[in-house]
């Protein structure tokens, strides 16, 4: 079965920690998103790759970081300088001619 | 940069209306155009996906229509039902990444 798995689906960081969140397709999909959604505000692109080993920043990388080893893996890593890093994370894949966006169902990140 | 706005960001309608939701973008030159279905949290549903050369698409009870010359998008929702509840976003593909509006928040009653 086909599709976007996102883990864990709630985590709890404590002020001062790194944390890691898991996303993994079998769509054989060569680009991948990290989105985070705020009340209000709509999705904003955090980072993308559009191929193993290389990604870009989006409009809210900071703070952030990730990797692309394999092509199904996209790990989005939240460091301790995101000063406000409590919200919903989406993570998403495309073929590389950016046709239908996929998406995982999402973690919810809260700092205790 | 590209800018998405949907109208309206709430609607509430009795079971069983016709309806439609706005989507407008600045940038024209866009690849595709996907509507999706988010319920509360959880991650986006894609419903249609009109690519830049068609003008429509339809999944059901679902009409998307596409004017690339005027940034705009509708999507129609016929004989709308409680189960059609839901938060609806639309996301504009220019390149290498998605534009997403803030989406439009519907309540069907029964």
């Known amino acids: 079965d086909g599709g976007i798995t996102q883990s864990p689906k709630y985590l709890f960081r404590k002020e001062g920690q790194n944390v890691t969140l898991s996303c993994e397709q079998n769509?054989?999909?060569?680009?991948m998103y990290w989105y985070r959604q705020d009340p209000g505000q709509g999705l904003r692109l955090i980072y993308y790759?559009?191929?193993?080993?290389?990604?870009q920043k989006g409009d809210i990388a900071e703070g952030y970081s990730v990797s692309r080893e394999k092509k199904e893996s996209f790990p989005l890593t939240v460091t301790s300088a995101q000063k406000n890093p409590t919200a919903f994370y989406l993570c998403?894949?495309?073929?590389?001619?950016?046709?239908?966006?996929?998406f995982g169902q999402g973690t919810r990140l809260t700092v205790v | 940069k590209q800018e998405v706005t949907q109208i309206p960001a709430a609607l509430s309608v009795p079971e069983g209306e016709n309806l439609v939701l706005n989507c407008s973008f600045t940038?024209?030159?866009?690849?595709?155009l996907q509507w999706f279905r988010q319920d509360p949290g959880k991650g986006l549903t894609s419903l249609l996906l009109i690519q830049s050369s068609q003008r429509e698409q339809t999944s059901g009870r679902l009409n998307a229509s596409l004017d690339k010359s005027s940034g705009r998008s509708t999507l129609y929702i016929a004989a709308s039902q409680p189960g059609d509840s839901a938060t609806y976003l639309c996301?504009?593909?220019?390149?290498?990444?998605?534009?997403f509006g803030t989406g439009t928040s519907l309540t069907v009653i029964p």
């Open positions: 940038d024209s030159a866009i690849y595709n």
């Open positions: 790759s559009q191929i193993v080993n290389d990604f």
């Open positions: 769509l054989n999909h060569d680009a």
């Open positions: 996301a504009v593909t220019p390149r290498n990444q998605f534009y």
């Open positions: 998403a894949s495309s073929s590389t001619d950016n046709t239908e966006a996929f």
